[in-house]
């Protein structure tokens, strides 16, 4: 594969991806609050390694927390010491690592295919829903794909000549750091792609050409260091067989067999994890399809010597996005799993994009184009007509409701990452009003402006409408998240606990860390939980340093029936029917989202 000249003029197209990024990541820094779950909680992890000094063994609640590589958590780290315990500091690394992203994915379309492919690529990335709905909250899933982007342009620059030392090297530098972002998973994308393409090709004989020693040696001295130093610091200790075991058996081979211990992962079903591919991927999602038109059919590769640039690059981005696709097919699948094949698909669509920019009227390329901006604008009139009903005719909601009362309850969906969407009822619509108007005037006048662009044969311009339509969209799902998040985080609910809170109290949860791992984030207390030991600090807890923070049944009730003040955080009705099974005074603290704080001492502060 040869790659496109560099070319000039790159100042104009990173200035563009920088100003959408800036429109629409930069919101997201300062609001809502964190979530409760993974956000929090991995928030909390980068809070304790600077309280404790400890970089190698993370903590949560005081507990050791070995599941995660420790890379995000460093930069989380950081950011912390650098602008305070705050949701700024925590959001800012995952927002810098999808800037990174979308110019390194602009680098690598522009040397596979030109400019405006980079470019093509880079607005399609930025502006799906699919990389966005995953940077709202803290997982490392978008450094995932920056590594693997880097990785593959560093593949690729090999495959020019014999490749240079460095070159070899810098790829196993990277790897390294994908390992130290999300573990083993950051060396085996690489290797199925880059053999998986090669053997495609007929050309594993450039594998050697790699480097293979000296490369593996770099990637050690870059990854070892701290598996080795989290390997000592937590050997097998009581009923903790040790870091090796949990960490590579049970957190990576464990988890993709689905016999992790404990279990608390369900499978998103497998045609469902292939078909989101198409929802991460709006608006682009029609034209995503015309990208898969430049690679070659398998029964012509036996003239792989006709082939041209595209489309060679068009046959890597494929193995690219079907290595992690398969790949997870075989495993405990979550929906998110597919974000680091997204990449790949913007770039194959990006130089569909420069194709059909470069075809002359009338041509297929131009015709296909045309048909699909003309389905989005069937979508963009659908999208209007339905958002603009609700947000008129929703009945109104009663004054100062609390959301989750508006809402249904659907636990067998809470798996999925968007599953309390499916909560929403049309009065609890009331409170989206300007969310909704703002989406269905964004997707006409986009969708509209796209169509129209492209009856013009101006591809660029189209294109620049359909990443300003998101622009639009993607702050009305900011709008609607804030509103959401009484169901989703406890913010306000440690704001009560805090206002009350003296030296000497405790805080109990009803229920997993997970649950309101927020509290823990914004009240900076241990949390104790009641019948808690099996999410994520189950392993933690065997370790005989292991704070005394898992209540039962029968300590819950010595606990709240002694001298000290506690605080019960409960989520549904059962909670507080277990206070009202005790007999002894309960008094309400606060409320938010369907979440209460009781406590068993009357306030101290007025409400």
């Given at each position: 594969?040869?790659?496109?000249?560099?070319?000039?003029?790159?100042?104009?197209?990173?200035?563009?991806?920088?100003?959408?990024?800036?429109?629409?990541f930069?919101?997201?820094?300062f609001?809502?609050?964190?979530?409760?779950?993974?956000?929090?909680?991995h928030?909390?992890?980068?809070?304790?390694?600077?309280?404790?000094?400890?970089?190698?063994?993370?903590?949560?609640?005081?507990?050791?927390?070995?599941?995660?590589?420790?890379?995000?958590?460093?930069l989380?780290a950081?950011?912390?010491?650098?602008?305070?315990?705050?949701?700024?500091?925590?959001?800012?690394?995952?927002?810098?690592?999808?800037?990174?992203?979308?110019?390194?994915i602009?680098f690598?379309?522009?040397?596979?295919a030109?400019?405006k492919?980079?470019?093509?690529?880079?607005?399609?990335?930025?502006?799906?829903?699919?990389?966005?709905?995953?940077?709202?909250?803290?997982i490392?899933d978008?450094?995932?794909?920056?590594w693997?982007?880097?990785?593959?342009?560093?593949?690729?620059?090999?495959?020019?000549?014999?490749?240079?030392?460095?070159?070899?090297?810098?790829?196993?530098?990277?790897?390294?750091?994908?390992v130290?972002?999300?573990?083993?998973?950051g060396?085996?994308?690489?290797?199925?792609?880059?053999?998986?393409?090669l053997?495609?090709?007929?050309?594993?004989?450039?594998?050697?050409?790699?480097?293979?020693v000296?490369?593996?040696?770099?990637?050690?001295?870059?990854?070892?260091?701290?598996?080795?130093?989290?390997?000592?610091?937590?050997p097998?200790?009581?009923?903790?067989?040790?870091?090796?075991?949990?960490?590579?058996i049970?957190?990576q081979?464990?988890?993709?067999?689905?016999?992790?211990?404990p279990?608390?992962?369900?499978?998103?079903?497998?045609l469902l994890?292939?078909?989101?591919?198409?929802?991460?991927?709006?608006?682009w999602?029609?034209?995503?399809?015309?990208?898969?038109?430049?690679?070659?059919?398998?029964?012509?590769?036996?003239?792989?010597?006709?082939?041209?640039r595209e489309?060679?690059?068009?046959?890597l981005?494929?193995?690219w996005?079907?290595?992690?696709?398969?790949?997870?097919?075989?495993?405990t699948r979550?929906?998110?799993?597919?974000?680091?094949?997204?990449?790949?698909?913007?770039?194959?669509?990006g130089?569909?994009?420069?194709q059909?920019?470069a075809s002359?009227?009338?041509?297929p390329?131009?015709?296909?184009?045309?048909?699909?901006?003309?389905?989005l604008?069937?979508?963009?009139?659908?999208v209007?007509a339905?958002?603009?009903f609700?947000?008129?005719?929703?009945?109104?909601?009663?004054p100062?409701?609390?959301?989750?009362?508006?809402?249904?309850?659907?636990?067998?969906?809470?798996?999925?990452s968007?599953?309390?969407?499916?909560d929403?009822?049309a009065q609890?619509?009331?409170?989206?009003?300007?969310?909704?108007?703002?989406?269905?005037?964004?997707?006409?006048?986009?969708?509209?402006s796209?169509?129209?662009?492209?009856?013009?044969?101006?591809?660029?311009?189209?294109?620049?409408?359909?990443a300003?339509?998101?622009?639009?969209?993607?702050?009305?799902?900011h709008?609607?998240l804030?509103?959401?998040?009484?169901?989703?985080?406890?913010?306000?609910?440690?704001?009560a606990?805090?206002?009350e809170?003296?030296?000497?109290?405790?805080i109990?949860?009803?229920?997993?860390?997970?649950?309101?791992?927020?509290?823990?984030?914004?009240?900076?207390?241990q949390?104790?939980?009641?019948?808690g030991?099996?999410d994520?600090?189950?392993?933690?807890?065997?370790?005989?340093?292991?704070?005394?923070?898992?209540?039962d049944n029968?300590?819950?009730?010595?606990?709240?029936?002694?001298?000290?003040?506690?605080?019960?955080v409960?989520?549904?009705?059962?909670?507080?029917?277990?206070?009202?099974?005790?007999?002894?005074?309960?008094?309400e603290?606060?409320?938010?989202?369907?979440?209460t704080?009781?406590?068993?001492?009357?306030r101290?502060?007025?409400p």
């Amino acid at each position: 594969m040869t790659v496109a000249g560099p070319g000039n003029g790159a100042l104009g197209p990173v200035f563009l991806i920088v100003l959408f990024w800036l429109t629409i990541f930069v919101p997201g820094l300062f609001s809502p609050p964190l979530l409760d779950d993974a956000d929090a909680r991995h928030a909390e992890a980068a809070k304790e390694m600077i309280e404790r000094h400890d970089f190698v063994t993370m903590h949560v609640d005081g507990v050791r927390y070995l599941d995660k590589a420790p890379l995000p958590y460093w930069l989380n780290a950081a950011s912390h010491a650098l602008f305070g315990i705050n949701e700024f500091a925590v959001r800012l690394p995952m927002s810098l690592a999808a800037l990174a992203l979308f110019l390194s994915i602009f680098f690598l379309g522009r040397d596979l295919a030109g400019k405006k492919a980079g470019l093509f690529a880079s607005l399609i990335l930025a502006t799906a829903v699919g990389p966005y709905i995953y940077t709202r909250f803290f997982i490392p899933d978008i450094m995932v794909c920056l590594w693997l982007t880097l990785t593959v342009h560093l593949f690729v620059r090999t495959l020019e000549e014999k490749p240079a030392r460095l070159l070899c090297w810098a790829i196993g530098g990277v790897t390294a750091l994908n390992v130290l972002t999300k573990g083993l998973i950051g060396v085996v994308f690489p290797t199925l792609i880059f053999v998986g393409y090669l053997l495609l090709v007929g050309n594993l004989k450039h594998l050697p050409k790699l480097r293979l020693v000296s490369t593996f040696l770099v990637f050690l001295a870059i990854a070892a260091p701290w598996h080795v130093l989290a390997s000592l610091q937590n050997p097998a200790q009581g009923q903790a067989k040790g870091f090796f075991w949990f960490y590579f058996i049970n957190e990576q081979i464990n988890r993709y067999l689905n016999t992790r211990l404990p279990r608390d992962y369900d499978k998103v079903p497998l045609l469902l994890f292939w078909g989101l591919i198409l929802v991460w991927m709006i608006p682009w999602t029609p034209f995503v399809m015309q990208g898969f038109r430049l690679v070659p059919r398998f029964w012509r590769f036996n003239m792989r010597s006709t082939w041209t640039r595209e489309q060679k690059a068009a046959l890597l981005l494929l193995t690219w996005a079907l290595a992690i696709l398969v790949f997870f097919s075989f495993s405990t699948r979550q929906e998110y799993y597919v974000l680091p094949s997204l990449p790949a698909l913007a770039l194959l669509t990006g130089i569909w994009f420069a194709q059909e920019d470069a075809s002359p009227a009338g041509s297929p390329a131009r015709k296909q184009g045309l048909l699909c901006s003309g389905i989005l604008l069937a979508v963009g009139i659908l999208v209007f007509a339905i958002t603009i009903f609700f947000a008129v005719a929703a009945p109104p909601a009663p004054p100062n409701a609390d959301i989750v009362d508006l809402l249904t309850s659907n636990p067998n969906l809470y798996t999925l990452s968007l599953g309390h969407l499916f909560d929403l009822t049309a009065q609890s619509m009331s409170l989206f009003r300007l969310p909704l108007a703002l989406t269905g005037i964004a997707f006409l006048g986009g969708a509209a402006s796209s169509w129209w662009f492209r009856r013009r044969q101006n591809v660029t311009s189209a294109n620049i409408a359909l990443a300003a339509m998101m622009v639009v969209f993607l702050c009305a799902v900011h709008l609607a998240l804030g509103t959401f998040y009484p169901t989703l985080g406890s913010k306000p609910l440690a704001l009560a606990i805090n206002r009350e809170f003296r030296p000497g109290d405790t805080i109990v949860i009803d229920g997993t860390h997970s649950q309101a791992s927020s509290i823990n984030f914004y009240t900076g207390k241990q949390l104790h939980m009641l019948n808690g030991r099996t999410d994520n600090l189950w392993y933690g807890s065997l370790f005989p340093d292991s704070p005394a923070v898992f209540e039962d049944n029968s300590s819950f009730q010595k606990l709240w029936q002694g001298l000290g003040r506690v605080f019960f955080v409960v989520y549904d009705p059962s909670g507080k029917a277990k206070l009202d099974a005790l007999g002894s005074p309960v008094f309400e603290i606060g409320r938010s989202g369907g979440k209460t704080v009781y406590s068993n001492r009357p306030r101290v502060t007025a409400p």
